[in-house]
């Protein structure tokens, strides 16, 4: 069953947590892509704001398990590591 199925089109379905912007049943491409995450509703052009910032986390958090797995890896291997901040060689 549709959340919105008993308001009429064009009625308003809620707001958006992010930008406060009214969404509206089947108005515009914003309130059509709207999502709902742990029941706050975010718009499409929230959720299009979004992309850059999620690109860069996603990147940054792959870097961090790269060299964490390194980090692992070298004390499996010889029991030290390798500090990157301060280059030194360090006993685990």
């Known amino acids: ?5 008993f308001v009429k089109e064009g009625g ?3 707001k958006c947590s992010l930008c ?3 969404v509206r049943k089947n108005d515009t491409w914003h309130s059509n892509s709207t999502i709902n ?3 706050k509703k975010i718009c ?4 299009y704001s979004l992309i850059d910032p999620v690109k860069r986390a996603e990147e ?5 398990v790269k060299t964490t797995g ?3 890896q ?10 990157p901040d301060t280059g030194r060689i360090e006993r685990a």
């Not at 499409?44 to 959720?47: D, E, Q, R």
Request: hydrophobic fraction near 35%; charge should be negative.
């Open 1 to 5: 069953m549709d959340e919105n199925e």
């Open 12 to 14: 308003i379905v809620g």
């Open 20 to 22: 406060s912007i009214k």
């Open 37 to 39: 995450i742990y029941g």
């Open 44 to 47: 499409g052009t929230c959720l």
């Open 60 to 64: 940054l958090y792959a870097k961090e």
């Open 70 to 72: 390194k980090k692992e």
């Open 74 to 83: 070298q004390i499996e291997k010889t029991g030290v590591w390798v500090n």
